[in-house]
């Protein structure tokens, strides 16, 4: 089965700064990539996607970035504030999901 | 649109108890799905539905059953609790297909075995 490797942890940065995390994956056959944002207490949710066809894609602040040769995507929030604080998780899809086991970020004021 | 629905929200069991979680879609999903999380290991599926009258088994699918009543709910039964099963529970629910689709996630239920 398919196996997502995240990195790092944990993540400190102040504010304004970037944060860059990074996920690879085993499975060749996975053609798509979500990334999740979950806030302590609350349910994941979707903040950003990529398929196996497209090598970049941007939402505001945010950008992914896939490289399927060397298998592995990344999660690029530039000028982060402190509501982006709380754990991100990576995921690949073939069959079923498989996520990567979370980096909590904390923006420091 | 309520979206993914989880019941119930909190639940604490002693060993050797039985019961039941349920979820309910209202996005017309084809797929849904129980992961379970762990401080410190993501998210783990248990067991999945893929369409309506198929289930399959996740990554840690021991000590759990599923039943898909409908296109709508689909259903986690632990038939003997285990200290091991305390965690956060979440079903979620996508189209399952070609080009790959997001996962909708329920708000969760917290539960603890003792």
């Known amino acids: 089965g398919e196996n997502v490797e995240q990195h790092p942890s944990t993540l400190s940065v102040q504010e304004g700064d970037s944060a860059v995390i990074k996920c690879t994956y085993s499975d060749s056959a996975s053609n798509y990539f979500p990334w999740y944002k979950q806030e302590l207490g609350k349910r994941p949710q979707l903040i950003i996607d990529?398929?196996?066809?497209?090598g970049e894609k941007k939402d505001q602040r945010i950008a992914v970035t896939l490289n399927k040769t060397a298998k592995h995507f990344s999660l690029h929030i530039t000028e982060t504030q402190p509501e982006d604080s709380a754990v991100y998780f990576c995921?690949?899809?073939?069959?079923?999901?498989?996520f990567g086991t979370g980096t909590s970020l904390t923006v420091i004021p | 649109n309520a979206g993914v629905t989880q019941t119930p929200k909190f639940q604490v069991l002693k060993t050797g108890q039985s019961m039941t979680l349920q979820c309910a879609q209202d996005?017309?999903?084809?797929?849904m799905y129980w992961y379970r999380q762990d401080p410190g290991m993501g998210l783990r599926l248990i067991y999945y539905?893929?369409?309506?009258?198929?289930?399959d088994k996740g990554e840690v699918p021991n000590g759990y059953n599923v039943s898909r009543l409908n296109k709508r709910e689909f259903s986690l039964r632990l038939e003997s609790a285990a200290p091991s099963q305390t965690s956060v529970y979440f079903c979620?629910?996508?189209?399952f297909g070609q080009g790959g689709q997001p996962q909708h996630f329920g708000d969760g239920t917290r539960l603890s075995i003792l």
């Open positions: 539905s893929a369409s309506e009258g198929t289930t």
């Open positions: 996005m017309n999903h084809n797929s």
């Open positions: 995921a690949a899809q073939s069959n079923q999901f498989y």
């Open positions: 990529i398929r196996s066809n497209v």
């Open positions: 979620a629910s996508s189209w």
